[in-house]
């Protein structure tokens, strides 16, 4: 771009834009587009510090945004590390040649042949960050000086900005603020001293304290679960029924088998008072209906299942699964 042909009007022109910025990164955005109008360049770019004192690229000419990660970023980082003096309080125009030499190499495809850095700084002198013009052309004296009042410029806008961003501060050193902050400390500590009860939900397993082995006499089927679950039983109180279905099958069959054996040694005593060979057969007939009875069980379990204890001691608030006694009754009578 041809040099501006009344340099004062371009460089009032630009501090008006400056100060008719919205916000920060406005200033900076038209810093570095805007001053194409003072001076001619290639490129510019604007760079702050962040907390660690590092340079931190903050925009540069013709790009809406500059990625953190991009090569372009990382070497001009590098770039400010190498020719930012520890008190960088004047501009300074630099040439290739000063350059260190890795700068060199690893930007060759971005680095110009002359370079001017000059320093941001706001009204009380406190160290912003700063401005690097490019461009292929040495910068002359008095191009040197507009880009000085540029990035004095920018600095002041960049400056007014950051201090309207204080204002928490101030609104923590407000005596209202405290007197409020106060007040809802007080509410908080009240509000804590009310009790509030509080529930969790959380998967669990009980385990019994002194687990009872559970055991049957005899095998078979549940036929019904008398207690519920978790229930609190007392001793003799029936916990499971089981199903009797076979029992009495196995009773009606061993009672039949007996009123045969029964009917055969009537009749072999009948005989034996008119045959002799009777009376020999009404011993082995008497024996087999003592085989039968002994041979069923004359003492059948009944239906009726309470609860089984190993011991003589009543068992009282125990929870057991199940708890099985079985109780017998005499189911036969062989006597004649």
């Given at each position: 771009m041809s040099e501006s042909p009344n340099p004062a009007l371009a460089?009032?022109?630009?501090?008006?834009?400056?100060?008719?910025?919205?916000?920060?990164?406005?200033?900076?955005?038209?810093?570095?587009?805007?001053?194409?109008?003072?001076f001619d360049f290639d490129q510019a770019v604007l760079w702050r510090v962040d907390v660690f004192g590092r340079p931190l690229i903050a925009v540069a000419s013709g790009l809406a945004d500059v990625s953190a990660d991009s090569p372009f970023q990382q070497w001009l980082v590098r770039l400010?590390?190498?020719?930012?003096?520890?008190?960088?309080d004047q501009a300074r125009a630099w040439t290739i040649g000063e350059l260190p030499e890795a700068v060199v190499t690893d930007g060759a495809e971005w680095?110009?042949?002359?370079?001017?850095?000059?320093?941001?700084?706001?009204?009380?002198?406190t160290p912003l960050g700063g401005m690097l013009f490019l461009r292929g052309t040495a910068f002359s004296e008095p191009e040197g000086a507009r880009a000085d009042w540029v990035a004095r410029s920018a600095g002041y806008g960049l400056w007014a900005w950051r201090s309207?961003?204080?204002?928490?501060?101030?609104?923590?050193?407000?005596?209202?603020?405290?007197?409020?902050l106060a007040i809802v400390g007080v509410l908080a500590?009240?509000?804590?001293?009310?009790?509030?009860?509080?529930?969790?939900?959380?998967?669990?397993?009980?385990?019994?304290?002194?687990?009872?082995?559970?055991?049957?006499?005899?095998?078979?089927?549940?036929?019904?679960?008398?207690?519920k679950p978790?229930?609190?039983?007392?001793?003799?109180?029936?916990?499971v029924v089981l199903d009797d279905t076979a029992l009495r099958s196995r009773l009606e069959l061993a009672s039949r088998s007996l009123d045969i054996a029964r009917a055969d040694l009537?009749?072999?005593?009948?005989?034996?008072?008119?045959?002799?060979?009777?009376?020999?057969?009404?011993?082995?007939?008497?024996?087999?209906?003592?085989?039968?009875?002994?041979?069923?069980?004359?003492?059948?379990?009944?239906?009726?299942v309470a609860m089984y204890t190993t011991s003589s001691k009543k068992m009282k608030g125990v929870k057991p699964h199940m708890l099985y006694q079985n109780t017998f009754y005499k189911g036969l009578d062989y006597s004649f």
């Open positions: 460089l009032l022109e630009f501090e008006r834009r400056i100060q008719s910025a919205t916000s920060n990164r406005e200033v900076a955005f038209r810093a570095v587009n805007d001053a194409s109008q003072v400010m590390q190498s020719i930012t003096p520890a008190e960088f680095c110009p042949a002359h370079l001017l850095h000059c320093p941001l700084r706001g009204p009380t002198g309207d961003r204080h204002g928490f501060k101030r609104f923590l050193k407000s005596r209202a603020t405290w007197r409020n500590a009240l509000a804590g001293l009310i009790p509030v009860r509080l529930s969790a939900l959380a998967p669990a397993e009980i385990t019994p304290l002194r687990p009872i082995p559970i055991t049957s006499p005899l095998d078979g089927v549940v036929r019904e679960i008398v207690v978790n229930q609190i039983v007392k001793a003799d109180e029936v916990l009537q009749r072999a005593t009948f005989k034996s008072f008119t045959d002799e060979a009777s009376r020999f057969e009404l011993q082995l007939l008497n024996a087999r209906v003592q085989e039968k009875v002994m041979s069923e069980h004359l003492w059948m379990p009944v239906m009726n």
